[in-house]
């Protein structure tokens, strides 16, 4: 059974993390991979308020609250899920060491 949220909140820490990626990919890759991307994770973003198999993160397992992620090409999504929403709390690369994963 879908748990559809009713909206899906950035945070202002995943919102600078999504602006830092596609900075970087415009000066190294093109402005229309850059476009591609951003549309892509902010597509997927969307589509966790209707998604009802939320995976945890495991490396933020030892963490009193309970985080989730989702994977979207080389980036990770990290969010929490409560009752009505569903907050984007950052946005990185799947090779950031795991410690750098709890600055959330």
């Given at each position: ?19 830092d ?33 939320y ?28 009752n ?21």
């Amino acid at each position: 059974m879908v748990m559809k949220k009713e909206r899906v909140i950035f945070s202002l820490k995943a919102k600078a993390s999504l602006c830092d990626i596609i900075v970087y990919l415009k000066d190294h890759a093109s402005p229309s991979i850059a476009e591609h991307v951003r549309k892509g994770i902010i597509e997927k973003c969307k589509s966790l308020k209707d998604f009802s198999g939320y995976a945890k993160e495991r490396y933020l397992e030892d963490l009193p609250e309970e985080y989730h992620s989702a994977c979207k090409w080389d980036y990770l999504i990290i969010y929490k899920v409560s009752n009505k929403e569903i907050r984007i709390l950052n946005i990185i690369h799947v090779h950031t060491h795991p410690q750098k994963r709890k600055n959330i």
